[in-house]
C-alpha cells in the first residue's frame, strides 16, 4: 500500500481515491486561473491570477474555497532546467521552499522530477503529456500516486475539451500538493509552447 504523508496541508489527504474536476476559468494564456471541483460539485481549490501577469512575475498561488493561501509556486531563477519551488501558503521573502520541480531536455526528451526538501530522498516522477492532459505521477517507488486525465462527459460519453480536466488522486497523496504541480506543470508546457516549440507540437514529459 501506498504511503500516505501530509505535505501541504492535512485535509486534503484523503483515506479514499479522490477524483476532481479542473477546469481553466480564463483560456487565452497558460497559467491562467484554475479552479478545481470535487464529485459532488463542491469547490475545493482555486487560483486567481489572469492574463500574462503571472508568467513575467513566476509566482502562481493556490488558495481553498474560502480563499486561504495554501501553497505558492514560483519560478526559480536562473535556472537552466526550467525550475519551479513550492512554498507553503503566501510566500514571503527568505522562506525555504518545501519542494522543487525541475525539467531537463536531452536530445528531445523532457523528464519531470520532484524533490521534496521536508523529506530529503523523495522524489516523484512525472510521465505523458500535459498539452494532452494525460499524466501519471509516480512515487520513488514507481507507484502511481495520481493521474491527469482528459474528462469525458457522463451523459453524451463525448471527451471535453482540454479546458477541462481530471485528477485522480490516490488514498495518502496530499491533493493540495497535486494542485501545485499541475500549477506548474502547465506553466512548463506554456513555455515550451513560447519558447522551444513554436511549431505548437504537443510537449510530453516522461522520466
Given amino acids: 500500500m501506498m504511503k500516505s504523508g501530509v505535505i501541504v496541508k492535512e485535509g486534503f489527504v484523503f483515506k479514499d481515491e479522490t477524483h476532481f474536476t479542473v477546469s481553466k476559468t480564463s483560456l487565452f494564456y497558460a497559467g491562467d486561473g484554475y479552479t478545481a471541483y470535487d464529485c459532488r460539485g463542491e469547490l475545493i481549490f482555486r487560483v486567481d491570477s489572469y492574463g500574462p501577469d503571472a ?23 536562473p535556472s537552466l532546467h ?4 513550492g512554498f507553503i501558503g503566501e510566500r514571503i521573502d527568505g522562506q525555504k521552499p518545501i519542494f522543487s520541480v525541475r525539467r531537463s531536455s536531452i536530445i528531445g526528451r523532457f523528464s519531470v522530477t520532484v524533490e521534496l526538501y521536508t523529506n530529503t530522498g523523495e522524489e516523484y516522477q512525472i ?7 494525460h499524466c501519471t505521477i509516480f512515487n520513488a517507488e514507481k507507484e502511481i500516486v495520481a493521474e491527469i486525465r482528459r474528462k469525458v462527459d457522463a451523459s453524451t460519453n463525448v471527451v471535453l475539451g482540454k479546458d477541462v480536466f ?3 488522486l490516490k488514498p495518502g497523496f496530499d491533493g493540495a500538493f ?11 508546457n506554456g513555455d515550451d509552447l513560447a519558447d522551444e516549440n513554436p511549431t505548437n507540437e504537443d510537449v510530453t514529459f516522461s522520466s
Wanted: charged letters at 30%; hydrophobic letters at 40%.
Fill in 55 to 77: 508568467r513575467e512575475t513566476g509566482e502562481l498561488v493556490l488558495m481553498d474555497a474560502s480563499g486561504k493561501c495554501l501553497l505558492t509556486v514560483r519560478r526559480k531563477r
Fill in 82 to 85: 526550467h525550475r519551479w519551488e
Fill in 127 to 133: 510521465e505523458g503529456s500535459f498539452a494532452n492532459r
Fill in 166 to 168: 481530471l485528477i485522480s
Fill in 178 to 188: 497535486g494542485m501545485g504541480l499541475v500549477l506548474v506543470l502547465d506553466q512548463l
